[in-house]
């Protein structure tokens, strides 16, 4: 996990998507404006680069990991600014990585409720 955060970070998604199977499917959170899902590697990499185009390249800082199974729940600083449009992010979002047997993530659900999230990895204490 923190190879794939450090591939990412330095513009390597390539390293990040063969970590995924084919049948990748990634669920942003429900409660965005612009929810939404996406099947496969293409489908996944054109939503990563709507936000590359809106934000520039997205940085995360891991603020916690934790093993749940074939679960990992990542809480993470996004940030990043726009090159053309000075649009600037800066949030923490939680993202739940689901591994299949052969080890690959199959799916990754983003979350912006902690206990949400927490549910969604199987971890079943609250957080305050």
Known sequence: MRDG??????????????????DIIWVTP???????????HEAV??????????VGQLRFE???LTEAG????????RSGVGRQSGLEVSDTVCQ???FDETGQCSLVREFYDRNAANAAAGITQPTP
Do not use: C, M, T
């Open 96 to 98: 739940v990585f689901f």
């Open 30 to 40: 429900p409660d965005d404006p612009d929810q939404g899902v996406f099947r496969g």
């Open 62 to 64: 891991i603020e916690e």
């Open 45 to 54: 990499s054109g939503f990563w680069d709507q936000w590359r185009a809106a």
């Open 5 to 22: 955060y450090d591939a990412w970070n330095v513009g390597d998604r390539s390293f990040v998507l063969e970590h995924f199977s084919p």
């Open 70 to 77: 074939d679960r990992v729940l990542a809480v993470v600083k």
